[in-house]
């Protein structure tokens, strides 16, 4: 089968398996170029860890401490004639690098929302690691089926209270436009997007894994957030999405008790602007991030999801002095897109943004590129006029 990329709007419809496994073997170099992570985590287990910030996180556990790994995620696997999922291509390269490297690694695919993952997630703890010693949550999805009353909840993108309109990018054309949002209908659209994507599963997650007993001592727990810059506040941080990361960073207090006997601690690490399948839906937000990377990479302080990962493994959750945490107690590694000569750069950029001089004021290109090479594609050494047999690697999939 010859895979070409195939887009609908912000989404890649394809994924190249050849692609994933070179996108997958330069995040296990950089890692592996970085040197050991002293004292870091031994046995984990990531929720949600098929792409961006999760497979970035399993990398950096495996290749930097040698940890074992457990993946949970949600993908679809190829089968005759169809393709996979880019995050069950990332799963499958991932663990053929491990287990060629001698580390455990096993993949449990399935609704990570549901009770009946949890339980399988830790009988296989239990049968293969004992306890596990850091859990990193990083699930990225529209919708949530409650475990516990049955309703379907969906998220939405929406401002509070007043409509919003700003430029925006169609990075695949490079046309910028103005969009006008209107604000959420009800408080049903609040209610619905912090159901998905607050901390409640999160803390049923530890809940859980505590009362099965496989939480090691001193156990760690953390989840990703984003606060960006006051021009996106609207339709992010001051939205939908940002009472959810509200929601998710207002847990910590409740997981901190949980694991008080254990001497165990959870955070949120407030993470960069980056080039994920969640960010791309997100209006404005591709335009900032193209000015954003140009302006950071001109001052040679530019970071990718596997950069930021490593960096908060190796000089956050595992240094050897305590944490550094903001004054609303969260760990920060967008700290240096927050920096206020980026910021200001950034800004200036963003008056003067127009269909015309995208190419020259942007890094539109680096944006392009990162969004295809999450689904396998733009990978110079890739000859995408070849067949490729879609069907040859498989996660080893916990029974």
């Known amino acids: 089968m010859i895979i070409q990329p195939r887009t609908r709007g912000f989404i890649c419809l394809t994924a190249h398996p050849e692609g994933a496994a070179e996108n997958i073997k330069n995040q296990i170099e950089y890692v592996k170029s970085k040197g050991e992570i002293k004292n870091g985590p031994k046995k984990v287990l990531v929720i949600g860890a098929s792409t961006g910030f999760g497979i970035a996180s399993r990398i950096s556990a495996a290749f930097g401490s040698g940890a074992a790994t457990i993946g949970v995620f949600f993908e679809k696997p190829a089968s005759e004639g169809k393709l996979g999922t880019a995050g069950w291509y990332n799963s499958a390269a991932f663990e053929k690098e491990a287990h060629s490297a001698g580390l455990y690694a096993k993949s449990i695919n399935g609704d990570a929302f549901s009770d009946e993952i949890k339980a399988q997630t830790i009988e296989l703890i239990k049968k293969d690691l004992g306890q596990i010693d850091l859990v990193v949550y990083s699930l990225a999805s529209p919708r949530r089926t409650h475990p516990k009353t049955g309703v379907q909840h969906s998220s939405v993108l929406k401002p509070i209270e007043q409509p919003f309109t700003n430029k925006t990018v169609d990075f695949h054309t490079g046309v910028v436009s103005d969009i006008s949002i209107q604000p959420v209908d009800s408080t049903d659209d609040i209610n619905n997007t912090v159901a998905v994507m607050g901390g409640e599963d999160w803390k049923f997650w530890i809940e859980d894994l505590k009362a099965a007993g496989v939480l090691a001592e001193g156990v760690k727990t953390v989840a990703y957030s984003y606060i960006g810059p006051e021009l996106t506040y609207p339709i992010y941080r001051n939205g939908t999405i940002g009472r959810a990361k509200d929601d998710l960073e207002a847990t910590v ?3 901190n008790e949980l694991l008080k006997d ?4 959870s955070y949120v690490s407030v993470n960069k602007a980056l080039v994920t399948q969640s960010s791309s839906a997100i209006p404005v937000v591709p335009l900032y ?21 490593q960096r908060l493994f190796a000089e956050r959750l595992y240094n050897d002095v305590e944490t550094p945490l903001d004054d609303k107690g969260r760990i920060r590694v967008d700290d240096l897109e927050m920096r206020a000569d980026v910021q200001a750069e950034v800004a200036k950029l963003w008056e003067q943004a127009n269909t015309e001089n995208l190419e020259e004021i942007s890094d539109i290109k680096g944006y392009r590129d990162d969004f295809f090479q999450l689904f396998g594609f ?6 995408y006029n070849k067949d490729t047999s879609e069907l ?5 999939l916990a029974e």
């Open 289 to 309: 991030i193209s000015l954003l990377y140009k302006v950071m990479k001109e001052k040679g302080i530019h970071e990718g999801t596997i950069e930021q990962m």
């Open 392 to 396: 040859v690697q498989v996660p080893s």
């Open 262 to 265: 254990l001497h165990g601690i």
């Open 253 to 255: 207090p409740a997981i």
């Open 378 to 383: 733009n990978f110079d050494n890739i000859d």
